[in-house]
T-cell receptor
Framework: KNEVEQSPQNLTAQEGEFITINCSYS?????LHWLQQHPGGGIVSLFM???GKKKHGRLIATINIQEKHSSLHITASHPRDSAVYIC????????????FGQGTRLTINP | ETGVTQSPTHLIKTRGQQVTLRCSSQ?????VSWYQQALGQGPQFIFQ???????GRGNFPPRFSGLQFPNYSSELNVNALELDDSALYLC????????????FGPGTRLTVL
């Protein structure tokens, strides 16, 4: 079993829909990252969380440390949000590295 | 734009050859991490350098090696290439390895034939 699991693996929605991507992890962490990867490979950091909730524009990220779970929400989704969204954790054991989930491929149709 | 660049963008090699991939970090970023991303998978941690010393390593064999230079550039070297080494190789830099947001480069796509 992977240390970081994301669901769903693939998600297709219509423009305007509210999107939720989930991430569960099995190790103690010092931080959790949500990342966005567009075709071609470039990765952009969206959020870094250690507790609570963060909001940036139409994106909201939450984390529940006790339940070892985080969610990324996108409100009023748009075709330009189509990308792979990746959850990654920095464990307290190996603080040097990020451990990544396998990613969620999001497609927003106009 | 993350300020992190990688070269080359694409590379094709044959089995058994050696390859060097390069990364240029933002000025002041003391930490660089390298990741391997196979198609359809999340990135896997290869190793990290902090102030020119290796600071942690993932489950990769010794034929994967690296260097970090004082000018905030770094290299990933892979010897004796295998077909399974075909992947996107990403570098990411930050000021401090334990706390900061990592800034990713665009990646180098390596194909081993």
């Amino acid at each position: 079993k992977n240390e970081v699991e994301q669901s769903p693996q693939n998600l297709t929605a219509q423009e305007g829909e509210f999107i939720t991507i989930n991430c569960s992890y099995s190790v103690g962490i010092s931080a959790l990252h949500w990342l966005q990867q567009h075709p071609g490979g470039g990765i952009v950091s969206l959020f870094m969380l250690s507790s609570g909730k963060k909001k940036h524009g139409r994106l909201i990220a939450t984390i529940n440390i006790q339940e070892k779970h985080s969610s990324l929400h996108i409100t009023a989704s748009h075709p330009r949000d189509s990308a792979v969204y990746i959850c990654a954790v920095r464990s307290v054991q190996g603080a040097q590295k990020l451990v990544f989930g396998q990613g969620t491929r999001l497609t927003i149709n106009p | 734009e993350t300020g992190v660049t990688q070269s080359p963008t694409h590379l094709i090699k044959t089995r058994g050859q050696q390859v060097t991939l390069r990364c240029s970090s933002q000025s002041g970023h003391n930490t660089v991490s390298w990741y391997q991303q196979a198609l359809g998978q999340g990135p896997q941690f290869i190793f990290q350098y902090y102030r020119e010393e290796e600071n942690g390593r993932g489950n990769f064999p010794p034929r994967f090696s690296g260097l970090q230079f004082p000018n905030y550039s770094s290299e990933l070297n892979v010897n004796a290439l295998e077909l399974d080494d075909s992947a996107l190789y990403l570098c990411a830099s930050s000021w401090d390895f334990s706390t900061d947001t990592q800034y990713f480069g665009p990646g180098t796509r390596l194909t081993v034939l």
